[in-house]
Every structure is written in structure tokens, then in C-alpha cells.
């Protein structure tokens, strides 16, 4: 395409959800810092998108930025009475100094010691679900691989009480909705009655953890909400299901995108099985080639110039962070392609950047590492049944089902 008129940003086509890459090629070829006619800003290239990660004078709070017609539509869907805290006390959603506190509480749990420490549970979580699979023959990657274990490390690492999994995966995963430009009534109203759900259990658990402490995530926070001018009740539950959610809903991306991206590039994948060696390099360029999650956004407190253009003041700016790995500029000609020995694949930006860098990396890492090259090691044929079915998500885009046979 070489018309600039012709290009245009638009997640609601047919086909973005499966393959929305060609769209950001174009668009960082003739329109890569784009105002939305939703009055949203969207950046596409790599510099631009580092630059508003780690720029300490732009803000994440929606409170900063002037309503958009998308906020316009939610008002109308849910009466302007909604509950327009909701989320809003969550690090992601923080500034400093809150920002500070919040990530602080939290980070004891995840220093790349504490992480490491979980490996041989993680491995073992993996190997139970490869019997399990090697057993029957086959596998749905998703619902039997990649969903069950992000989310079984992270419920034990917060200390969670056995819950009902499959609606706590209903409900989160209409919930991280939130993340993606809605303009459906209908999924506007699942999202609110998923939150009061969710918000519903954690406040019972947060209540059977006050009565059963141990030495997990949840219990710190507890002990530190006691002490009221650290974390108040609001905040607490927040946190939480800020963790719980950002926990699973992402890696679960992770493995499924990189496992379909090997299973694309047989010979990367042939490469991985050879070589164990390479479990954390290839982790690394698969974030880079599909990005689990697919943008973040920050907010303008003055007019900031990008290249030729202006960005006024209070304004939302999406941060493309799959457009940017993929742009060539940074990872040269072959960035469309997926390579497990990329020297530079570590210079993603999947994890985002700046103070909001994902607190969960090494943990992601670390499941995946584990998940994709265990997968590819015990099983020599990993053949597609049909082909996946997306989740339709724009933000968190993954695979919703992918029935696979696998045999030794
Ligand atoms: C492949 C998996 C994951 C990806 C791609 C991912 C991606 C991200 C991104 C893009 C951000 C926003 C960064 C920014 O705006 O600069 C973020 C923030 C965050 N992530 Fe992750 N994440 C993953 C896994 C996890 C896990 C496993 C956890 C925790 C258990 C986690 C916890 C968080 C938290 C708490 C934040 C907020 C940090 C802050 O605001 O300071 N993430 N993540």
C-alpha cells in the first residue's frame, strides 16, 4: 500500500484480531503518531514508543485526560452513576507518589531470587500436564496447557483458597475487556457485572486469608494493610485482583502465541528441541514477535511534540508495543520473521518500560521458558487438529482454543 489516504488504523476490521501486523506496517510507514477520530492518540514506532514509556512527566491516570467519545458511550451505557473508581487504585492506574508505595509492597515477592525459587513447581506443574496430555493423545494448548499453569502459580503464590476456576476465568476474562476499546452494550454490561463478581470473591477470600495467614503474597499485603497508612481496604482489593488478573491473562498469551509461532517456523522450533540452551533466548523472541499484550497507554499533562506533530495536553496515547517489535528500523529487515537466536530480541518492548515496567517479567519468563521448551522436548509430533480459534481480544490477543495430537 502506498497511498497515505488509504492507510487508516482501524482494530475493528475483519481479520485484526487473527493478524493485525500488516496494519501496523502501514501505519508506521505513513501515519505513526495517529490521532484516532476517537479523539484517542495511537503510536506505532519503536523511539516514539520507548520515549512515552520512560518519560517520567506523562501520567496513567484516566482522570487526566479530557472524556472521549468511548467514555461518552460508557456513561450513556451505564448511567453516569457508575462506580467511575473501579480499577482506578490499582499500581498500573497510579502516578507517584502512590505509584511508589503500591509497586514497593508488592515487589518484595517478585525479586528474581523468589522467582527462581519456583522453577522446580513450575516444572513440575508442566510435566503433570504433559502426562495428562501424552496419556490421551492430544491436547488443547489453551484450556489444558496454557491457561491452568500461569494460573496455578499465581493463585498459590498469593496464598488463594481452592476457588471455582472456570467461572473466576469467565469473569476475569470478560473483566481484562477493560483493557480493549469496547463498543458493544452488552459486553459494557458483562464488564460491569464481571467487576462486582470478582470484586465479590476477592473481598470473601481476602476475608478467609485474614483468618488463615501463611507465608504467601496475600498475607504480606494483609499484614501491610493493617497498618492502615500503607495500604487502606480499597487499595488491598485492587492490588489483588490487579495480580490475580494480569497473573494469568497474559501469559496464558505467551505460551499459546509462541507455541503457534513455532509451530509456523518448524525449523525454530526443530532448532529449540535440539538446543535447551536457547529455552530463554527464544522465550525472548517470541514476546517480541507476537506481543502477548498488545499496547499500554499513558496520558499528556502538556502539549508533547513527536516528530512533526503535537500531542496536546490531557490526552490518552496508546503505546503500540507489538507495532514496535516489529518495526525494522530497530530489529532490521527480518523483523517479520521469527529467529530464536536474535542477539537484540531482548530489546522488546512487551514488558512496557519506564516506572509501570511489568512486575511480573521474570515470573512470565520463567513459565514459559519452562512451558515451551518442555513441550517441544517430550513430544516429537505436535500436530494441529484445525486451526486456532482467536479470542477476538485487540489488546489481550491470544488464542481462545487449539486442539493439538501429540505423540513422544
Ligand atoms: C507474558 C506475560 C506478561 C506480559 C506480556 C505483561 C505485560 C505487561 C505490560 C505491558 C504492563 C504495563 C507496562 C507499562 O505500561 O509500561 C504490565 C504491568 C504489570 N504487570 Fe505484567 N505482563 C505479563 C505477566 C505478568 C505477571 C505474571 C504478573 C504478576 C503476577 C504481572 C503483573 C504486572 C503488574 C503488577 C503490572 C503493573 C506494574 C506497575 O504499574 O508498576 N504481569 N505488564
Redesign the pocket.
Known sequence: MTDAAAVTYNPFEPGFAEDPYPQYAAMRGHDPVHENPLGIWVLFRYDDVLRF?RDPSLS?EDANAAPTMLDQFVDEVLGEDRDREMGTR???N?DPPD?TRL?KL?SKA?TPRRIEGLRPRVQQLVDEALDRAAGGGRMDLIGDYAFPL?FAV?SE?MGMPPTDSDKLRDWSGTLVRTLEPVVDPDVLRAIAEAGEHMRALVLDVITWKRANPADDLLSALLAAEEHGDVLSDEELLEQVM??YI???E??V??IGNGTLALLHHRDQLARLRDDPSLDASAVEEL?RYD???QM???VTLTDVEVGAKTIPKGVFVV?G?ASSNRDETHFGPTADQVDIGRPNAKEHL????????????A??RL??QVAIGSLVRRFRTIEPVSGPTWNGRINLRGLDEFELVVAP
Do not use: Q
Not at 350 to 361: I, P, T
Open positions: 514509556l496513567v490499582a499500581m498500573l497510579r505509584h509497586r508488592v517478585f500461569p499465581i503464590m490487579l495480580l494480569a497473573g494469568h497474559t501469559t498469551n505467551l514476546l506481543a502477548p499484550v499500554t497507554r499513558r503505546c508495543l512487551s514488558f512496557g518500560g519506564g516506572a509501570h515496567y511489568c512486575l511480573g517479567a515470573l512470565a513459565e514459559a
